[in-house]
């Protein structure tokens, strides 16, 4: 009897050929792709892996031209699953031909099983013959044995659900796209892609508020009242009760009545022990929050490196929801096996001398187990296996934290000490960590320990300082992908699989980017998002997508029928899709804005700045009667300001007018200067502060500044005491003034490099000595 196995990959392909025949199997090609073939209990198997999806869903190509279809149909248009990858398609066929039976090996969860049911589909074209299913969460010789010797039925329910999903968003993905990209077309030149998605929208929509809150703060002063106290030899600070004082009036009043105080009372003193619990087993989403948070991974890379330690063998399945363990779970044998690697024998070996009892939370996705390590292996294992950097890294945390979860909780003593100055209150806080527990194996969450010194209730201590510090609110801070993955998972955005790859996709649009562990929003995906959220704010908020994700996880759970979720799918993107249609003026109207405020500045030599009126983009305008600076936004915005008649322009980008101007221009190559807004610079107060004349040294007949003159035609030194003297200044070549001092006069040197000859430095200072000397 010959049972074909299909497996995901050719990684894991391998790894179950090795398992199930011992070691003996062979390795040969079908359609040019690598199989392992063994007999075993005397069935002859043969193992493919798969290249994840081999099939895809896509419109039919009468749908592909943009323009002649309108992008409502793509709504309801049944899409095509079509062959993505035709070698792997050959190879289904060849080996369908020769089996007696089938057994899905996939990864056990929507992707997986849907990946399982496209080979199958192919090979019962060719022949019908049984198929069964293999469901195992690590590649460990037990459970992989044991999930052959107990096959089960394929799971329709869960292979529909991903079905569902891909249908929904290419539905919604492809249509809204479409109708946003052509409609911006209409009124503004650009060939980027306006890409909306069912996930990456509202993942975008996250960042966007954040950003938006950021922008539009406005930050407020408060007054906080602060004493350093010493009781002993030990100083300890506290904190006036009222904490950020809004009231400069009553800030001050109390200032004022604690100035000259040198003694205060210990009025109260509370003194608890605070557990502090271990973490609860690792889920997907858990796991890439903290590999985001400590080792500073992303979450698509996270998860790619989790993926390949599974191949190897080092831990359990990583895509999973599950955050608790079976009552069954054998703890010993994996903490026995840790005992012979360095890092973990110390806790490994105290944990088997207690009840192993595992910190459990309420998660369970009925698929596969928390991440936990599978084998023991060493840093050099790793690295040798899976040839990725953080590999380690991210192996390390897996096992710490399994090993966390086990252990007891930390302890801590928290002191809380309210200290009155007159009848003041301050309130003084420490705490002092009594116990390690979990935290002596787990290093990326540190405790900051605050000592106070030992008082009791009425005590004096003495008042070494009061502070009343003047401060500002902060605006919020920006997400980090830890954050995002947080609200994603909270809100239903995603699945635990896909939500790494939905932060990718708006990194990859150039919506936003990350800079260390924050995201910051970038202006096309500012404006887009807002533009979408003042006129269709349903798009960028997670309800809908929320609803979907439910509608795809009752098919999985047979709650629903594939049809069904189908229907009622469809019916909540054409909802969002007519509001997307009755907001089309508002939205194209402010994103074509804003490509063309993003056009208007590249031109650095008419962009001048942000329009004081609507905020859109100041520039100069050219016209048959003249030249001025307008906005953008006309004719909504009218703002203008004029500018000289005559004269060549150039935006000066490394000078600020002192008077508020928009931007300093240089007039007819250096003739003057003209602040847009404000006017001429030499009919300003101001303007020896923003153009300081040069001094080039002092005057050999007076004593006062020799400085640098220009006029229309040339340049000169004079002198700033109008006595009279001058001297003339280089006229041709590059010239530059040096930094260095002439030794006789205290002139600054020149350099001037005139073309095809040698730069030469000298003192100008016609009085001089050393005058036209090559000095350097």
């Known amino acids: 009897m010959t049972i074909v196995v299909f497996a995901e990959k050719n990684k894991a392909a391998a ?42 869903y896509d419109f039919d190509p009468a749908y592909r031209d943009w323009k002649a279809i309108d992008p409502a149909v793509l709504l309801t248009a049944d899409p095509i ?75 329709t329910n869960l292979a529909l659900s991903a079905d569902t999903r891909q249908i929904l968003d290419l539905r919604m993905g492809a249509a809204f796209t479409r109708f946003m990209t052509l409609a911006v077309r209409e009124k503004a030149y650009t060939k980027s ?55 400069v009036g009553l800030a001050k009043q109390i200032y004022e009545k604690l100035q000259g105080t040198r003694e205060a009372t210990v009025f109260r003193l509370n003194i608890k022990e605070k557990q502090i619990n271990p973490p609860y087993p690792l889920n997907t989403n858990e796991f890439l929050k903290r590999a985001s948070k400590f080792l500073d991974i992303s979450p698509e890379k996270a998860l790619e490196i989790a993926e390949q330690l599974y191949l190897a063998g080092f831990i359990s399945y990583p895509r999973t929801e599950t955050n608790r363990y079976p009552e069954d779970h054998d703890f010993k044998s994996m903490l026995k096996n840790l005992l012979r690697i360095g890092e973990y024998s110390f806790f490994a070996e105290n944990l088997l001398k207690t009840t192993v009892s595992p910190r459990n939370g309420t998660k369970d996705g009925h698929d596969h187990p928390p991440i936990h390590p599978i084998k023991a292996v060493s840093e050099k294992q790793v690295k040798n296996a899976v ?25 801590f003593e928290k002191t809380h000490m309210e200290v009155h100055v007159k009848d003041e209150p301050f309130d003084c806080k420490g705490s002092v960590m009594k116990s390690e527990g979990w935290k002596q194996v787990y290093p990326f969450e540190i405790s900051k320990e605050k000592l106070l010194p030992p008082v009791a209730e009425g005590d004096k201590v003495a008042v070494n300082k009061i502070t009343n510090t003047k401060s500002q609110t902060t605006p919020p801070k920006r997400l980090t992908e830890a954050e995002l993955l947080t609200l994603m998972d909270k809100h239903g955005i995603g699945t635990k699989a896909t939500a790494p790859s939905h932060i990718e996709t708006n990194k990859k649009r150039g919506y936003f980017e990350i800079k260390g562990k924050t995201i910051s929003m970038l202006d096309t995906g ?10 269709v704010p349903i798009l960028i908020q997670p309800e809908i997508r929320a609803k979907i994700e439910g509608l795809i996880e009752d098919v999985e759970e047979g709650k629903k029928s594939f049809d069904e979720a189908i229907s009622e799918g469809t019916t909540l993107i054409q909802k969002m899709y007519t509001r997307l249609k009755a907001g089309k003026g508002d939205i194209v109207l402010r994103i074509t804005g804003s490509i063309k405020d993003e056009k208007l500045a590249e031109n650095k030599n008419n962009h001048i700045g942000k329009c004081d009126k609507c905020g859109r983009t100041l520039s100069i305008i050219r016209t ?21 008649r005559k004269g060549s322009l150039d935006v000066m980008r490394s000078r600020q007018c002192k008077m508020g101007g928009f ?16 006017g001429p610079c030499f009919n300003c107060e101001k303007q020896k502060l923003c153009f300081p004349p040069t001094v080039i040294g002092k005057c050999p007949s007076c004593g006062c500044n020799m400085i640098l003159i220009e006029t229309k035609d040339s340049k000169f030194v004079g002198c700033a005491g109008r006595c009279g003297f001058t001297c003339s200044y280089p006229q041709k070549g590059r010239v530059t003034l040096r930094k260095e001092i002439c030794e006789e006069c205290g002139w600054k040197i020149v350099r001037v490099k005139e073309p095809k000859k040698d730069a030469r430095h000298y003192c100008i200072n016609r009085k001089c000595n050393k005058k036209f000397k090559n000095l350097l």
């Not at 040839?387 to 710490?400: P, Q």
């Not at 931007?663 to 404000?678: C, Q």
């Open 624 to 644: 048959d009667k003249g030249r001025f600076v307008g906005c953008s936004g006309y004719p909504d915005c009218r703002n203008t300001y004029p500018l000289p």
């Open 193 to 247: 892609i306006l890409s909306i998605g069912p996930c990456q929208t509202p993942t975008c929509g996250f960042v966007y508020e954040r950003e938006k809150a950021i922008r539009n703060f406005k930050p407020e002063d408060f007054w906080k009242i602060e004493a350093v106290f010493q009781a002993g030899s030990s100083e300890f600070e506290g904190v006036h009760r009222k904490g950020n004082i809004r009231d």
């Open 387 to 411: 040839k990725l950097d953080n590999s380690w890294k991210v192996y390390d945390l897996i096992v710490r934290h399994f090993l966390a979860n086990l252990m007891d909780p930390a302890l």
């Open 526 to 535: 500012f404006n887009l998002m807002d533009a979408l959220g003042i006129s």
């Open 81 to 155: 699953k079509n062959i993505t990858k035709k070698n792997y398609e050959r190879a289904v066929r060849q080996l369908a031909k020769q089996a007696d039976s089938i057994v899905l090996a996939c990864d056990y969860d929507r992707e997986g099983e849907n990946i399982g049911f496209e080979a199958r589909d192919i090979a019962l074209q060719v022949k019908k013959v049984p198929v069964k299913r293999a469901r195992f969460s690590s590649l460990s010789a037990n459970e992989v044995q044991k999930a052959f010797s107990n096959l089960v039925e394929p799971d």
């Open 15 to 56: 790894k179950l050929a090795t398992i199930l025949s011992g070691g003996n199997s062979t390795r040969e090609h079908v359609a040019d792709l690598p199989v392992y073939s063994f007999v075993a209990k005397g069935d002859k198997y043969k193992i493919i892996g798969l290249a994840g999806h081999i099939t895809s």
């Open 663 to 678: 931007a300093v221009l240089k007039v007819g190559g250096g003739k003057y200067y003209w602040s847009v807004g404000v």
